[in-house]
């Protein structure tokens, strides 16, 4: 069975910085296409970061980020650790809302619980 799980959100002010990690178990991170997505309330859910997994693209990565975080997110993967890193610097309030983790595995989407990232004065 295969489970992800996110953490590091919280309640931060403007300009402040976080690192959202997804951590997977039951298999390796580093075959499956990964991202990180957000939604606010009453919103869609927006893509933020991905990165590709071997099973896609091989030895290369491809990492794409939405418009909105160019400059101010970065995504990670750390295989020893299975995990996957979102860095957020200098957030702002538009920013706030629950951030997913998605695992793309073998043609099916994985979800996590998501994590609440408010940032507010």
């Known amino acids: 069975q295969v489970h992800i799980v996110e953490s590091g959100g919280g309640l931060v002010q403007p300009g402040a910085s976080l690192t959202l990690s997804c951590a997977a178990s039951g298999t390796s991170i580093s075959l499956h296409d990964m991202g990180w997505y957000r939604q606010a309330p009453g919103e869609k859910r927006d893509m933020v970061a991905t990165i590709s997994g071997a099973s896609s693209s091989g030895k290369v990565t491809n990492i794409y980020y939405a418009d909105f975080v160019k400059g101010r997110f970065t995504i990670s993967r750390d295989n020893p650790k299975n995990t996957i890193n979102l860095q957020l610097n200098n957030l702002e309030p538009r920013d706030t809302a629950v951030y997913y983790c998605?695992?793309?595995?073998?043609?099916?989407?994985?979800w996590g619980q998501g994590t609440q990232v408010t940032v507010s004065s």
């Open positions: 998605k695992m793309h595995r073998w043609g099916a989407d994985i």
